[in-house]
């Protein structure tokens, strides 16, 4: 597991508008160009943000993502797709 890798996708999806494009047209490709295993591109694909939190990427920027991505929404809408992640917790 590359944290760094994944927060690296992160950035340029978030910040480059030419791989955000790229990201949303066609997210296998625009993944495949990071150092990242099957499981991780997977994350990214499926914008799991909470699988990417609980692997130790930063919780800003996946909340950036989420709002590249899917925004408008709420920080809520934001929230509550963390809480519906099985974090292992009681």
């Known amino acids: 597991m590359s944290v760094y890798g994944l927060e690296m996708a ?3 999806i978030t910040t480059k ?3 955000r494009k790229q990201f949303i047209a066609a997210p296998e490709a625009a993944v ?3 150092a990242l295993e099957a499981d991780e591109q997977a ?11 609980d692997a130790g ?7 950036g993502l989420w709002m590249c991505l899917r925004g ?3 920080l809520l809408d934001y929230l509550e ?3 519906g992640h099985d974090q292992g917790r009681p």
Request: net charge negative; hydrophobic share 50%.
């Open 17 to 19: 508008s030419p791989v």
């Open 32 to 34: 495949a160009g990071y």
């Open 57 to 63: 990427v930063s919780p800003m920027l996946t909340l």
């Open 81 to 83: 797709a963390v809480a």
């Open 10 to 12: 992160l950035y340029d």
């Open 43 to 53: 994350m990214l694909q499926e914008l799991d943000v909470g699988r990417l939190l």
């Open 72 to 74: 408008p929404q709420t």
